[in-house]
């Protein structure tokens, strides 16, 4: 036999496919073996790899969802816990916080400012009125402060300026970050910014060598310019933190906040139709594919639930559903904060489509399927079954909230 080491293309490539159903056996059985050339070489991509900061850095085995693969008990890892006694300086962020807790657009900052705040600085996060998040140790907090009162809550861009301003008299911070986002970010960081008289760099989408880029001219053109005090930052300026523990601890204001003479009344939110909602825009879809056998009871649940209606191109092709509501590479791309995958197999056309969304929730036959590995969450089972159960709870969820109310 020839000694030529012949190579395999196609097992090379599975092997890098995580998305192939035959990439978990296409991985090496160790997760650590001596080359060739006496040196240890380690497997990055093996089940559970964990790295050294004791990170388990790669797991899409789905082996931590309701795959095929039996579940394996978790591993606690605690994160190397990084302190600042005695900030030098401070960096603030002042997350959107929608539905009271951190969006993946907040952490992406988070993770800028810990860029920004070095080894000397402070991350201190600024948040106003109630909020349900538990986990800011986690997404890079040092220093937590909390706005509390009334007067804050529900749209009061201009009351929470007189709160920035009395944080930014206190703690003088070297930056101030906040969200370009339409959930809030955007307007208050602008208005903020009047407030200061201070130029805000604008949908800044990288921040390195003392210069911010931000998006200009239509989303058409970049436009450099040195680090601003005050940025306006979009999803995905930075990698947001995951491999430390933040302190978060709370911090208070010496002086009260002065109320501001308010021209806003804030009416309460305003009901919308979700099937209105450009599939881009929607904060919550509810998608279908070809697992979904009964349309009908397909939009009852759509409804049942107010979310907006999206679909795999099969269930499109099929008839089932609009051209302008297929998610995907051919689709619309979305960035949904919670995308519910019915009967959906996760093509990988599919999964580019969703992959900025937040949370995803997968109804499927199949524990093996690629949409189950994606999923936050599963439920394996017949989806005609699901969504009936599904209704039920949404029922009986709104008459004991209307009970409590009465
Ligand atoms: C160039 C190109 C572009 C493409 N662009 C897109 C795109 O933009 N968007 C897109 O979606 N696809 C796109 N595709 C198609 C993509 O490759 C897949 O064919 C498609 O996403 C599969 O759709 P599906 O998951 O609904 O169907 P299937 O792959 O048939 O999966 C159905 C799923 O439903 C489950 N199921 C079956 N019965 C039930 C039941 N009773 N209860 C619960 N679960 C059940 C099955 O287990 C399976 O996982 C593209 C393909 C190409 C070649």
Not at 6 to 27: G, K, T
Not at 115 to 126: C, I, K, P, S, W
Not at 190 to 200: I, Q, W
Not at 213 to 240: N, S
Request: hydrophobic share 45%.
């Amino acid at each position: 036999m020839s000694d030529i080491i012949r190579r395999d293309p196609r097992a090379e490539w599975i092997a890098r496919n995580r998305l192939h159903p035959l990439h978990a056996a296409m991985q090496p059985a160790q997760h650590n073996w001596m080359g060739p050339n006496g040196i240890i070489r380690k497997n990055l991509h093996g089940i559970g790899f964990i790295g050294p900061n004791g990170i388990k850095r790669i797991d899409r085995s789905g082996a931590q969802q309701g795959g095929a693969v039996k579940r394996s008990a978790a591993v606690e890892v605690q994160l190397p816990l990084h302190q600042v006694p005695a900030p030098a300086f401070y960096i603030t962020v002042v997350p959107d916080m929608v539905g009271g807790r951190l969006s993946s657009h907040d952490r992406d900052l988070l993770g800028l400012a810990h860029q920004l705040a070095g080894t000397d600085g402070a991350v201190l996060a600024v948040v106003f009125g109630e909020h349900k998040e538990n986990a800011f140790a986690t997404a890079g907090v040092d220093r937590l402060l909390v706005l509390e009162g009334e007067e804050f809550s529900g749209y009061a861009p201009e009351q929470r300026v007189q709160g920035l301003r009395a944080v930014d008299n206190q703690f003088n911070p070297r930056h101030w970050l906040l969200p370009d986002s339409r959930s809030g970010g955007g307007e208050l960081g602008r208005r903020f910014a009047a407030a200061l008289g201070e130029r805000p760099a604008t949908r800044v989408w990288q921040v390195k060598d003392q210069e911010c880029i931000g998006r200009a001219g239509a989303g058409l053109q970049d436009l450099a310019r040195p680090v601003a005090r005050l940025i306006l930052a979009a999803a995905e300026c930075a990698e947001p933190v995951s491999e430390t523990r933040h302190e978060a601890l709370p911090v208070e204001l010496s002086t009260s906040v002065a109320r501001s003479l308010s021209r806003i009344e804030d009416l309460g939110a305003v009901a919308v139709d979700p099937a209105a909602i450009p599939m881009a825009e929607a904060e919550f879809i509810f998608s279908g594919g070809n697992g979904v056998k009964d349309w009908q009871l397909f939009h009852q649940t759509a409804a049942a639930l107010g979310a907006t209606e999206g679909a795999s191109r099969v269930a499109v092709d099929d008839g089932f559903m609009a051209r302008d509501r297929q998610v995907g590479a051919s689709g619309t791309w979305v960035t949904a904060r919670v995308y519910v995958a019915v009967g959906i197999s996760g093509a990988i056309q599919h999964l580019q489509g969703i992959g900025a969304c937040d949370k995803v929730v997968a109804i499927n036959l199949d524990p093996g399927c690629d949409m189950i590995k994606r999923a936050d969450l599963s439920v394996i089972g017949e989806s005609a079954e699901i969504l009936r159960a599904l209704i039920e709870a949404v029922a009986a969820y709104r008459n004991e909230a209307k009970r409590d109310a009465a």
